[in-house]
């Protein structure tokens, strides 16, 4: 690669020359006794950028802990060494560059090194966060860092150090492009982070790309750019919003307490069998399981995708899940047993020390060829009233449950019968919030996940006061209301019903609104940034 590197550079010295420059150039090189064409050894180096000399302890070497064969493939790279002139005068002027993704599966007994050299370290992160601290660090002071990476460090859990490290750094510009295809042949969601080495300022500016329909990227950044108060970040998730929309941000999230204490940390995950097209079943597949063995009704349960999950909608599931639980005594259910025989290769959990070549089956874990590969310890939560909540969708689309539906793994569950507490979720005003945060996917999609929603600050209610009570009250009335005019939608048949249940759930919905800015205490210029945002 660097030998092709080095060629590619060349040929591109010699664009636009002709035979007769070339010859002339050659003469007077070879009068000089100099070089035609510049000396690239000393610009273009093979090595570990991440992994320095010291990963070769001594101890190790002694012990014969390293062979030759592993020093050739680990390539430790020291950058004084290898770029001592750079390095003398206090590092680099510049750092670009489109680092390697590499996801941390793959980082093997590389891990070890990494946690004690970077302070972005963490367990689970891409490979590209440390190519950001160690192009930041390769800088002299003054000197200037580009990457375009991944932009999920601003929203991961795997982010956190980075983001934490960052806040101490002088970023200048982040140009965010969101969920553009930025890339043809990769799915990826990417930004450009500028820093200067210098101490952090107050504000960067930020540029969030809504087309990749622009001429030139610098001018439509010019044009588009706003400031972002660095002060306000830290290893929480970062939301490039301008200073307006960041305080108003920062005084709703100070409202009240997240949803993960207002309903005691009772959200959980759908469920996740490790091979679907075994345990999820059709209505026909059903009926023919129980008219075999009537006992087969105990572990089939009614069963939605996250994509069947529409807001304030009554749920109809046309699937269901064989739910053979962990410890299920599958000779019990001779009927499910034979069933699920047919995918018994594919279901059969891989062993912990296997050496074979690809596995054919599920992954490793505790669990019985015929049983749902997760513990779902929870899974009574299922059976109760509960709020369930689609995986990716583009707006707010929370539903109530009193049927007890089971959920697949693009879902999560909110084990609650709170109906003010839907009304909340459902709203503009949290969902503003949550797509402030959450991670985007392609087509104006947002993640609702666990991470996202469980961080939403939920108003709670002063029963002492009545004024508070009689909010509480009418929250609950109007939801009432949206749920039962759903009810009524899905069983209308005539165009002109329908069109009177739409115009009365619209209504209901801006009442909902209404009173959801009139709790978080919202005024008229922040009520136009929330209905802006939509």
């Not at 200037?144 to 601003?154: C, E, T």
């Amino acid at each position: 690669a660097v030998e092709v590197t080095k060629l590619s550079l060349l040929l591109k010295v010699l664009e636009g020359e002709n035979e007769q420059s070339l010859a002339t150039q050659l003469t007077m090189s070879l009068r000089e006794q100099e070089r035609v064409l510049p000396d690239l050894g000393q610009n273009i180096r093979c090595g570990n950028s991440l992994i320095g000399p010291d990963y070769y302890r001594e101890p190790q070497l002694r012990l014969g802990l390293v062979d030759e064969e592993e020093m050739h493939r680990i390539n430790a790279f020291d950058w004084a060494e290898g770029f001592p002139q750079a390095m003398a005068a206090g590092g680099f002027d510049a750092v670009i560059g489109n680092p390697p993704y590499v996801r941390q599966e793959l980082l093997g007994e590389q891990k070890t090194y990494l946690k004690t050299q970077y302070r972005t370290y963490q367990g689970t992160a891409d490979l590209y966060v440390y190519f950001i601290e160690l192009g930041v660090k390769l800088l002299r002071p003054g000197g200037l860092f580009s990457y375009i990476v991944a932009n999920k460090w601003m929203r991961a859990n795997y982010g956190k150090p980075l983001r934490q490290w960052l806040t101490q750094q002088c970023i200048e510009e982040i140009i965010d492009f969101g969920d553009l295809p930025v890339f043809q042949t990769a799915t990826t969601y990417p930004c450009i982070l500028r820093v200067r080495k210098a101490p952090p300022r107050e504000t960067f500016t930020a540029v969030q790309v809504e087309t990749l329909g622009f001429a030139d990227l610098s001018e439509y950044a010019r044009e588009h750019r706003y400031p972002v108060n660095q002060q306000a970040l830290g290893e929480d998730i970062w939301s490039l919003a301008d200073t307006h929309t960041q305080a108003l941000l920062t005084k709703i999230q100070q409202t009240g307490m997240t949803l993960n204490e207002y309903v005691q940390g009772k959200i959980f995950y759908g469920i996740k069998t490790g091979y679907n097209e075994a345990f999820v079943i059709d209505v026909e597949t059903r009926d023919r399981l129980i008219a075999q063995d009537p006992r087969s009704t105990e572990l089939i349960k009614p069963f939605l995708a996250g994509r069947d999950v529409k807001r304030y909608q009554t749920l109809t599931p046309d699937k269901y899940l064989i739910f053979t639980r962990r410890g299920v005594n599958i000779q019990n259910y001779p009927a499910i047993k034979s069933y699920l025989s047919q995918f018994k290769q594919r279901l059969m959990p891989k062993p912990r020390d296997w050496k074979g070549g690809e596995w054919t089956g599920r992954k490793p874990g505790p669990y019985e060829w015929y049983e749902i590969q997760d513990t779902v310890a929870y899974h009574k939560e299922f059976e109760k009233p509960k709020i369930i909540v689609p995986a990716i969708v583009k707006t707010a689309s929370y539903v109530y449950d009193t049927n007890g539906l089971y959920s697949n793994d693009k879902t999560c569950i909110i084990a609650t019968d709170d109906l003010y507490l839907l009304g909340l979720l459902n709203s503009k005003t949290l969902d503003f919030v949550l797509h402030s945060s959450a991670s985007t996917k392609r087509g104006g999609y947002f993640e609702y996940k666990p991470m996202y929603v469980a961080a939403l600050p939920i108003r709670t209610v002063n029963f002492d006061d009545p004024a508070d009570v009689a909010r509480h009250e009418r929250m609950v009335a109007l939801v009432e209301r949206m749920l039962a005019l759903h009810r009524r939608l899905a069983g209308a048949q005539l165009p002109q019903e329908r069109r009177l249940l739409q115009q009365q759930i619209e209504v209901t919905e801006k009442a909902i609104d209404a009173l959801v800015y009139e709790l978080y205490g919202l005024t008229a210029e922040e009520i136009a940034i929330v209905e802006g945002a939509g």
